[in-house]
């Protein structure tokens, strides 16, 4: 009987795989089981096939908020579809530039007249001053203004909902950069995460997860893939808590540069005149893992990527040499409250 041989390149892999194993495992212990997965870093989100006729522009819809609840902007479950739960206030429609500032009023102390503050900043709580102007009124009052697309609403605790379909101009990897967001952002890409196809004015039962948040001071991008001509849904959940809001986000095209209002390749469908809807398909392919809870989904580089669920979506993947990286990159921005 021959005896038994040790095939060197067997027990190489077989090492790499107790390797692998072990680091899914890890990973996986590290994960809490009851928050949202992320999106893989570089992912092609599903897109619609859509007819009918579009309108330009994001559909915002404005739903309350209660001033300084900073349990809800912990809360990805909140910006996922909770935000609803509170009531719809308001809608505006028509949005190319989606960008926006807003300020509350400072009514000086020394009784100099009113004005608005973009840089407040808390001193002498609740009072605060804006510059070396000490202001006599609360942080924690709700202050109302037009500065957010035009509509009345209480702009220092409110969240805004941007729908829309985003109609790729070329093919190639896209970024969103959310590059500077007081207080807090998520951002959806994708008919499985943002809304389903000719469903934009419905309900989010279709959709899960989000694709990437940022809560004040910190900035994030994501890149996906995008097809030209192709309609992707995307969904912005932003709140402002309390004091002035800002909303900056830019996109960066397949050919490298950045552009600001990138709400013009945007349009609105709304429901009734949304027609042959088809989504297509997921080019990176989703399998099941054995081990555990863990998701593991194979993309076109062969990179094997599992899904982190950490709350502020700082997700990471290994990559073939068994190097943990990061999706996202955090960019610095001021400290501005
Ligand atoms: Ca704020």
């Not at 994001?58 to 739903?63: D, G, I, L, Y």
């Not at 719809?88 to 400072?106: A, D, L, R, W």
């Not at 997921?282 to 893992?289: D, G, H, I, L, N």
Request: hydrophobic share 30%; charged share 15%.
């Amino acid at each position: 009987m021959p005896k038994k041989q040790t095939n060197p390149s067997a027990s190489f892999d077989q090492m790499k795989t107790s390797f692998l194993l072990l680091l899914v495992v890890t990973f996986t212990s590290l994960v809490s089981a009851n928050s949202i997965p992320c999106i893989p870093w570089q992912f092609n989100p599903p897109s619609c096939k859509l007819n009918g006729s579009p309108k330009p522009g994001f559909t915002a819809r404005f739903f309350h908020l209660p001033i300084n609840q900073w349990v809800y902007m912990r809360d990805p479950s909140y910006f996922a579809n909770d935000y609803r739960e509170l009531g719809q206030i308001g809608e505006v429609s028509g949005i190319t530039k989606q960008n926006f500032v807003s300020t509350i009023p400072c009514i000086p102390e020394n009784g100099n007249p009113t004005f608005e503050c973009y840089t407040p900043f808390y001193e002498n709580y609740p009072r605060y001053k804006c510059g070396d102007v000490q202001c006599s009124n609360s942080v924690r009052t709700p202050y109302w203004n037009n500065q957010i697309y035009g509509f009345q609403t209480t702009v220092s605790n409110v969240t805004v909902e941007l729908t829309g379909y985003l109609k790729a101009p070329q093919t190639g990897p896209y970024t969103m950069i959310f590059s500077n967001i007081d207080d807090v952002a998520y951002f959806f890409v994708g008919s499985d995460t943002a809304f389903g196809c000719c469903n934009q004015d419905g309900d989010l039962s279709e959709v899960d997860g989000y694709t990437m948040g940022v809560m004040y001071p910190y900035a994030k991008q994501v890149t996906f893939n995008m097809v030209e001509g192709q309609y992707y849904p995307i969904r912005i959940v932003y709140s402002n808590a309390w004091m002035s809001g800002t909303f900056e986000s830019q996109l960066q095209l397949p050919l490298g540069n950045t552009i600001l209002n990138w709400g013009k390749y945007v349009y609105t469908y709304e429901d009734k005149t949304c027609k042959n809807p088809s989504s297509s398909s997921v080019s990176a392919s989703s399998t099941s893992s054995s081990i555990s809870t863990s998701t593991v989904v194979s993309v076109s580089t062969s990179v094997s990527v599992s899904y982190s669920t950490v709350a502020d979506c700082d997700c990471t993947y290994t990559d073939s040499d068994g190097v943990v990286k990061s999706y996202h990159t955090d960019l610095p921005i001021n400290t501005r409250k």
